[in-house]
Nanobody, 113 residues
Framework: QVHIVESGGGTVQPGGSLRLSCTVD????????MGWYRQASGKQREWVAD???????KYTPSVKGRFTISRDNDKNTMYLQMDNLKSEDTGVYYC???????WGQGTQVTVSS
């Protein structure tokens, strides 16, 4: 069973930044893609970004140019740097590893003035 620990959520004003982290306790996951998803209150969970084992990123259009996904395979950790945050970015952010299809517990991001 794979365990995931997420951290880095919080409350920021519009235009602010946050960095999320996701650490996986399965070293073989480094060869597989990982991704970030988010769920706003009352809405369905949506995909935000993916990164391959080699580090190739993909983003949903609404965050492209503002968010940066990265990973450190030596630390089995993936990151999401979120800049120029908007109120519509508010939600619970989930990490997902595709090796064994495991989800993190989620971390709350709130963007509010």
């Amino acid at each position: 069973q794979v365990h995931i620990v997420e951290s880095g959520g919080g409350t920021v004003q519009p235009g602010g930044s946050l960095r999320l982290s996701c650490t996986v306790d399965e070293s073989d996951s480094r060869w597989y893609s990982m991704g970030w998803y988010r769920q706003a209150s009352g809405k369905q969970r949506e995909w935000v970004a993916d990164i391959t084992g080699r580090g190739d990123p993909k983003y949903t259009p609404s965050v492209k140019g503002r968010f940066t996904i990265s990973r450190d395979n030596d630390k089995n950790t993936m990151y999401l740097q979120m800049d120029n945050l908007k109120s519509e970015d508010t939600g619970v952010y989930y990490c997902r590893e595709y090796y064994k299809n495991t989800w993190g517990q989620g971390t709350q991001v709130t963007v509010s003035s």
